[in-house]
Structure formats: C-alpha cells, structure tokens
C-alpha cells in the first residue's frame, strides 16, 4: 500500500493504476469503522483500489465540531492495508487541497436546500466541492459512499450525472451494531447512558416501518409514530422526516420503496443521523 500526502502524486499513482483495469475508490474523513472498512472491501474488489483520509474544513460550520472531529491515521492506514487498499490519499495539512488562491465551489440544487442543507448551511457545499475535486484526482471507475449519509450520496449521485462524471456512485447498505445502532465515527463521543439512548433512532425507524406494514401510508402518521420513539431518548430532536427516496421532497403518502425516513437528533452533545427506507 502507498500513502501520498501530496495529491497530484495520488493523482498520478491512480492515473497509472487505471492503465490496467477499473479502480474503485472510498472517500473518508478517517477514524474509521466497520462502515467504512465495507467500503474499503468493495472497492479492493477492483483490479486497483484507493482511499483517501481528509477531514474537510469546508464542510463543518462555525459551531461545529471540527477541532474535536476523532483521528486516528496510524489505525486507519492499518485497517486500509488489512481491507486490501492500494493507494492511500492522506494529506498533512488543509492547504494541500485548498491552496491559499482556491476561489471555486460547487453550486447545489434543492436537494441540498432541506433537512441537513437547511440546518447546516454550506455544509454540502463543502461536502460536495471537496468530492469533486477527490474524484478528479482519483479518476475512479466507481466511488463508493454509505447510505448512512443518505442526502450526501443523493447528492453525489446527481452532480456526478449533472456534471457527466465517468464514475458510477455506488451507496453500501448500512452497518449497524447487533442493537442496530448505525455505525458512525461519532459514535466515540457517546457515554454509556447517551450510547443506550441513541437506540431511539432505531427503534423509531422500527415505529414506521411496522406502520407501513400495518397498511399506514400518510407521512405525518408514519413520523409521529417514529417521533414518539425518538423523543424516548434524544435531548433535542433536528428532524424525524418521510420524504421521496429520490428527490427528498416532501409527501403526503409515503409509497413501500419510494419512500424513506431520516432522522437527525441529539443525544448529549452528539449529532446522530439515520435513516431507512420504508418497505
């Protein structure tokens, strides 16, 4: 496995990598978990593979948690190796990808206006800026993104077909803990009481989805049967919200894999999200 801190020598490494078959590529912001390393499996499937490692400054806003974001380079670059990964972008400092000169952002649509674009402004258009300019660096076949950050990889998926990107955006289900607690770097913040309280996403998902198997199909029904789960253990509630799987606009009848729930909630000072699709 090669580390670059240096991005166009990771460029020029996957560019040479491509010579010989498809690459599969995992963007992260590191600390790295069993999510993450079913990414990393997937995209070592390829002939070539690569990961990059970069806490991304543009997409955290001022009263967000980027000084005190968990890192852990030396354990990633080890899970890396053991997943299979070929090529490994971890730049040292912010500047490597954002050069004092840099000026140019991406420009986002309304999927990016509502639920966590519409809390957290300029977060997706960080988020999204940062992809781009990953994936023209790697130049991968195929990215591979969790479904956890459901809006994100909605998101990726459409400025990959706006812009006509030859990259095809792949989201992983989910990795969960056996409780069903969604995997998440976050996760390390929680103490034992707040982890044994951040179930209530889960079992707030479990809400709607027995609904819906019950024959309930209005949205706000659905939510206030999630909600009712939810308020069990969440300290403030951001959004517990049905939306269309696709262009997350809201709906009034939530149609069984058409439909998905998100959630966004606090436990302590924890941000937790999840979400699943409703069937």
Not at 60 to 88: Q, S, T
Not at 131 to 159: C, E, N, S, W
């Amino acid at each position: 496995m090669r580390v670059f801190d240096d991005p166009r020598a990771f460029q020029a490494a996957c560019l040479n990598a491509r010579r010989t078959g498809d690459l599969g590529f995992v963007p992260t912001m590191g600390f790295l978990h069993q999510g993450h390393e079913s990414l990393l499996r997937l995209a070592a499937g390829h002939a070539s593979s690569a990961l990059s490692i970069f806490v991304n400054p543009t997409q955290f806003g001022p009263n967000e948690d980027l000084a005190r974001y968990p890192r852990d380079l030396p354990g990633d670059l080890a899970k890396a190796e053991r997943c299979g990964i070929d090529l490994v972008l971890a730049p040292k400092e912010a500047e490597a990808l954002y050069p004092s000169d840099f000026q140019t952002y991406v420009e986002l649509g309304p999927l990016a206006a509502t639920l966590e674009g519409a809390l957290r402004p300029g977060h997706f258009r960080g988020m999204a800026t940062v992809v781009l300019k990953l994936l023209a660096l790697a130049q991968p076949t195929h990215a591979y993104f969790g479904r956890k950050d459901f809006q994100q990889l909605a998101i990726v998926r459409r400025m990959a077909r706006d812009f006509d990107l030859p990259v095809e955006i792949v989201g992983a289900p989910i990795v969960r803990e056996p409780d069903g607690l969604a995997l998440s770097s976050r996760n390390v913040y929680l103490s034992p009481d707040e982890r044994a309280r951040a179930l209530c996403l889960w079992r707030g998902q479990q809400a709607a989805l027995a609904a819906v198997r019950t024959g309930e199909r209005r949205a706000k029904a659905l939510e206030l049967a999630a909600r009712v789960e939810v308020e069990k253990g969440a300290d403030r509630i951001d959004y517990v919200a049905v939306r269309d799987a696709e262009s997350l606009q809201e709906i009034e009848t939530a149609t069984p894999r058409q439909a998905v729930i998100l959630f966004a909630a606090f436990v302590g000072k924890t941000r937790l999200i999840d979400n699943g699709l409703l069937e």
